[in-house]
Each structure stands twice: as C-alpha cells, then as structure tokens.
C-alpha cells in the first residue's frame, strides 16, 4: 500500500437502465484501484437525464454493486438533489461570459457542422450563437435554448493512467459544447444541467481524486479540465479503461443478448464467477476462476488490462451457468 495523500476513486452509475457486464467491469476497475492504494470510493447516482431515467433502476445498481462485493464510502450523491450547485457553476461561468446561449436546433447544428471529427463520431457545433452576451439570456425567455461553455480550438493533452499521454482537440471534438440543456419550458432556465458541468461540480465536491472510466468518456476529458480550470477546481487524475464489446465489436448492448447484472443474478449466476470472468478478462488472473472483489486487491494492476476492448463471448456466459 502506498502512502501519501489520501486517494478517492468514485463509481457514478446513471439509472437510465439496467447495469450490464460492461459497466460492472469499469466498475471494479475503479473500485480496485483506488482500495489498492488504501483509499476510498464515494459513489454518485447520475439522474439527472430525465427523460431517460428509468424508474427502479438506482436500487436496482445498488443491489448489483453489493452483489458484486463493491463496497463505497459514506453517504451516496444524488443528482437530482444537487441542482442549486450546478446553478452556482453556471452563474459563475455566465457572470465571466465563457458561456453562452443557444437557440439553434438540432437540425440546424446538424446541416451546419463541419464534418465530424471521425474518430469521434460527433458533430461540431459551428459557433452560430458565439456571438451572444450572456446577458441576452434575458431576452430568450420561452424561447428553447441550450447553453454552451465557449470552448478553445487548441489540442489540449492530459496524462491518462492508462494511454499515457493524450492529446485531443476539443474544438474538433464537437466544438463548443452544452452545460446546460436546452429548456422547452416558460422560465429562462430550466433545471437541466449537461452532464459535463454536473459531473465536474460533483467529483470536485466530492473530493474525487482519480475518475477510472471507459473509454468512450476520452472525448469528455479534456472539455471537463476546461470547466475544472475555469471554475478554479482541483483537476483528478483520468484513466479511461478499455470497453467490453459483443462479437461484432460493438459497444456491449441490447443486441447482444440480455447481459444485465440482474438477469444474470436473477438466474443463478454467483458474482464470484462473474467477477472471475471480468479479472481474467483484465489479466488479473490466469483463468476466470471464481473470486471476491476484495482477492483482487493485491493483484489488481491497470496495465494488465489488454489494449484491446474485451470481446464478450456467448461461450463466456455459458462457462458461469448463464445462457443468453
Ligand atoms: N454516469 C456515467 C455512465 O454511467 C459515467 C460518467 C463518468 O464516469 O464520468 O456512463
Ligand atoms: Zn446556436
């Protein structure tokens, strides 16, 4: 164990469906890493997708992270709850006009955007509204509008705990991008902020340390440091671990069968083995026998983690008693 200053490592499930293999292996990747070095997990419940939020599905990760023996310290973090603080940071990033509103539809974005960057897959916003003054919010109540963090056309570079160093444009990598959601309501602003902003505000308010997340996230990075550094918040460390995909290399979905965390145990299948699968998978250990989370504290290492995403196999299922 390594000592120093205090480690805090965070699970941040969004309830909008169930939680599947895939989320349970960044899962305990994240968990590992930071009881490895002796530190703690807060967890956060990210609910505040409205409309996709599904109804049921927080206690149900809830039971799954105990299923799985990954244990969190304090009080758990809801969303929902929280939205004066993300108010707070939009204030603060409106009152130094580093934000702005927009009216553009989606259609418009999408007719006017350059070509997506291609690894990214996401449009880029033109800039139509850059022009705006914070101040003509004023003017656009009960018209829809977004807000958007005006966003640099500079590479920016972070250390990733897992790819080294990388270096990603975020003016390429969808331009200047939303804090706050488009409001159809009559206020001027209703309650939805973007998950950029809010998951900014909450892992520095919680004190989070290292975010381990999947790889699909990248993108997200460096416009996160770009809000730390404008709201003056400690930045954490990142390391973005590689995706479990089906066999079509696909992000692990629906179309791949029913590989929901529930489902699973629902039909018998012990974490234990799961867990076994999901170390192997990992290299933490040299077959997928079966393991409690806590066994893999000491062998838990992220650059064992194959480079490639982990390609879940229907054989992999079957081997834990579990058919798709
Ligand atoms: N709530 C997000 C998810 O479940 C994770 C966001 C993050 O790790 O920053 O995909
Ligand atoms: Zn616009």
């Known amino acids: 164990m390594k000592s120093g200053p205090m480690i805090r490592g965070r699970l941040a499930p969004s309830p909008t469906g169930a939680q599947h293999v895939g989320n349970a292996r960044t899962y305990l990747a994240a968990w590992l ?14 609910d505040i997708d409205s409309p996709r939020i599904k109804v049921g599905a927080t206690s149900l990760a809830l039971e799954d992270l105990s299923w799985l023996g990954l244990d969190w310290d304090g009080e758990m973090v809801v969303q929902s709850k929280r939205l004066n603080h993300y108010r707070q940071a939009l204030d603060f990033l409106l009152e130094r006009e580093l934000a702005y509103p927009c009216t553009c539809t989606r259609s418009e974005v999408q007719q006017l955007a350059s070509a997506p960057h291609e690894d990214l897959g996401e449009l880029v916003y033109p800039g139509t509204c850059s022009g705006r003054k914070s101040s003509s919010l004023k003017e656009l109540v009960g018209k829809p509008h977004c807000l958007r963090f005006r966003t640099p056309r500079t590479p920016m570079t972070f250390n990733d705990g897992f790819h080294n160093w990388v270096t990603l444009n975020p003016g390429e990598a969808g331009g200047d991008f939303a804090i706050w959601r488009a409001s159809p309501g009559p206020e001027s602003l209703s309650e939805m902020p973007a998950y950029q902003l809010a998951v900014v505000v909450d892992d520095a308010s919680q004190g989070v340390t290292e975010v381990i997340r999947g790889e699909d996230l990248i993108p997200s990075t460096p416009r996160q440091i770009l809000l730390y550094q404008n709201l003056n918040l ?19 979905a629906k179309r791949h069968g029913d590989t929901r965390l529930h489902s699973l145990r629902d039909k018998g299948v012990k974490a234990e083995a799961l867990l076994g699968l999901l170390a192997w998978s990992c290299g933490w250990l040299e077959k997928p026998a079966p393991v409690q989370a806590k066994d893999l504290i000491p062998v838990f290492k992220i650059q064992s983690i194959p480079r490639e995403p982990f390609v879940l196999r229907q054989k992999h299922l079957e081997d834990l008693g579990y058919s798709l």
């Open 33 to 46: 890493s930071s009881r490895a070095q002796g530190g703690e997990v807060v967890l956060r419940i990210e």
């Open 234 to 252: 400690q930045v954490p460390a990142f390391t973005h671990i590689p995706l479990v995909v089906g066999p079509d290399g696909r992000r692990l």
